[in-house]
């Protein structure tokens, strides 16, 4: 048989090439040792070791090596016991994953990468989820153990440095993207139940939780001194000798008083005697927060006829006449959020109430003087092709500070742009006006 003797020679070359290449990008690889720097880098991380994630970075910025302890710091002394627990929480839901398949590396080139994924609590879906159901503090760092998580996988990019793998991220940008939650627990807030904050309920405007006569019925729950700071959320029934009447929408109110009404104001289709008075009966008031727990429940009693204990008195002369230096009137203002202050009669499109306000100085002649108001409205300003949109008869309220009429236009939506004008008079036949005042929407 003849061989060929440069057909030999020519694969015993290929074969002595390759295996040198290939002994090349082997020597060149250190593939293990990323993989080990990478495993104590993600420890570092999910065991938040400031000093140990700063030892494992190539040349740390002196912002990130002075501050970084300091960043990570939630004790309860400094910042409170909630902060503190929302924090630890989420620390404790930290773990990591490490992708072998994707490293690389390149000791000729100094560089390697490797992908990580890390996985912790999803905290903003578990907040909202935990606030909608009424929970509190408690609930959340329980749920922040055991709720929805999140991963985020980064690329960690590593240079050799005198023969040791350092992690390439002297700002700490891949740190504090991992680290985010330490800012955002400030923004977690819980209020204690509102059932905690109440003092007690009271029947506003009645002779010991009975009315006569009345055109409105009030529920009004007192909170303490905690209470009268919080925005409450909340929505009421009213029950007519057992049945349900009325169902309010949600409601938000804040103060001394956490205001449930019922009267045909409220329910067009409240039964009422010929002079607009709400039928006898008994007047169940349930009050709930929007997770539906009770927040108060109480009954009062109203009674019609002669037998008034707050008759309405009989004014000598004009009633427009004693309006005049009897009441003083303003607008109240809402555009500061609060619900208190002097207005001007403007308002904007945000807002949801118009009120103009008639404090009792004559508390003899109108402290229990019912007045018919209507309120129209006009997209051009223009009052002479301006629609009724709302019309009601109301007896003054009685706060701390006196009798005050609040002759109101809700619009849950928001107002809108516009002119309305408010009317008041003795009774629905305008025979004897009290007031014509206008409020600009814009």
């Known amino acids: 048989m003849k061989v060929d003797l440069r057909k030999l020679t020519a694969s015993a070359i290929c074969v002595s090439m390759i295996a040198s290449l290939t002994g090349c990008a082997m020597l060149d690889k250190d593939d293990d040792a990323v993989l080990d720097v990478a495993e104590d880098y993600a420890t570092a991380i999910t065991k938040f070791k400031a000093s140990d994630i700063l030892s494992l ?45 994707s490293v690389e590396s390149s000791k000729k080139n100094g560089e390697a990468s490797v992908d990580i994924t890390f996985t912790f609590a999803d905290y903003d879906a578990i907040y909202e989820s935990v606030s909608s159901e009424g929970g509190d503090i408690d609930a959340f760092v329980s749920a922040l153990g055991s709720g929805d998580t999140q991963s985020v996988t980064q690329t960690i990019e590593f240079v050799l440095e005198d023969d040791e793998w ?57 909170p303490g001194a905690d209470g009268q700071t919080v925005e409450w959320e909340f929505y009421y029934e009213f029950y007519l000798d057992g049945e349900l009447v009325y169902t309010s929408d949600t409601c938000t109110d804040m103060g001394a008083w956490i205001e449930s009404y019922y009267g045909s104001s409220y329910d067009p289709g409240a039964e009422t005697t010929a002079d607009g008075y709400l039928i006898e009966g008994t007047y169940e008031c349930i009050v709930y927060d929007t997770a539906g727990n009770v927040l108060a429940d109480d009954t009062c009693e109203v009674i019609n006829g002669t037998s008034s204990a707050t008759p309405v008195p009989v004014v000598s002369g004009s009633v427009s006449e004693a309006w005049s230096t009897g ?116």
């Open 327 to 442: 009441i003083d009137e303003y607008w109240y203002s809402y555009s500061d959020g609060t619900g208190y202050g002097m207005g001007s009669g403007e308002y904007s499109t945000d807002e949801t109430i118009i009120e103009f306000t008639c404090g009792v100085i004559d508390e003899d002649t109108f402290a229990y003087m019912p007045v018919y108001y209507e309120v129209y409205y006009s997209a051009n300003g223009n009052a002479d092709n301006a629609e009724l949109v709302y019309s009601a008869t109301i007896t003054p309220s009685e706060y701390s500070n006196g009798y005050f009429y609040e002759f109101q236009y809700v619009d849950d939506s928001g107002l809108d742009a516009g002119t309305y004008y408010i009317l008041g008079a003795t009774d629905e036949t305008g025979s004897e006006p009290l007031f014509n005042q206008t409020a600009v929407v814009s």
């Open 57 to 101: 970075v190539n040349d740390p910025s002196d912002d990130f090596s002075e501050n970084l302890e300091s960043f990570m710091d939630h004790s309860a002394d400094a910042y409170g016991a909630d902060y503190d627990a929302i924090c630890g929480a989420i620390e404790s839901s930290f773990s990591y994953e490490i992708d072998e398949e």
């Open 166 to 222: 350092l992690v390439d991220d002297s700002e700490g940008d891949k740190v504090s993207d991992l680290y985010q939650f330490y800012l955002d627990a400030f923004d977690f807030e819980f209020t204690p139940p509102l059932a905690d904050l109440i003092d007690y309920t009271e029947w506003w405007y009645s002779e010991d939780g009975v009315y006569y006569d009345p055109y409105t019925i009030e529920l009004d729950i007192i």
